[in-house]
């Protein structure tokens, strides 16, 4: 299996249209003021994007977690034994 950046990019990218609209959402009820809800919605969507690719990234390059098609992540309960 081989995962090519530009996944890790665009999962970014529409995870954080979700994450920021909602920073935003919420600054903007906490606050009252729209202005201010947009400007952390920006700032959230600038650094937020970077941290998240990176984050991704260095997961992809971990193997914690991962499996070869074939292994089984537990010991069967029964084996059959054989003649």
Same mark, same amino acid.
């Given at each position: 299996?081989?995962?090519?950046?530009? +996944?890790?990019?665009?999962?970014? =990218?529409?995870? +954080?249209?979700?994450?920021?609209?909602?920073?935003? =959402?919420?600054?903007?009820?906490?606050?009252?003021?729209? *202005?201010?809800?947009?400007? =952390?919605?920006?700032? *959230?969507?600038? =650094?937020?994007?970077?941290?998240?690719?990176?984050? !991704?990234?260095?997961?992809?390059?971990?193997?914690?977690?991962?499996?070869? *098609?074939? !292994?089984?992540?537990?010991?069967?309960?029964? +084996?059959?034994?054989?003649?």
């Amino acid at each position: 299996m081989s995962v090519l950046p530009k +996944r890790h990019l665009a999962k970014a =990218i529409t995870w +954080r249209i979700i994450a920021s609209l909602t920073t935003f =959402i919420i600054g903007w009820i906490v606050t009252g003021n729209l *202005d201010f809800g947009m400007a =952390i919605g920006a700032a *959230d969507v600038i =650094i937020k994007l970077v941290l998240y690719y990176l984050h !991704e990234r260095a997961w992809y390059h971990s193997s914690y977690g991962v499996i070869n *098609d074939g !292994e089984h992540l537990t010991k069967p309960l029964f +084996r059959k034994k054989r003649k």
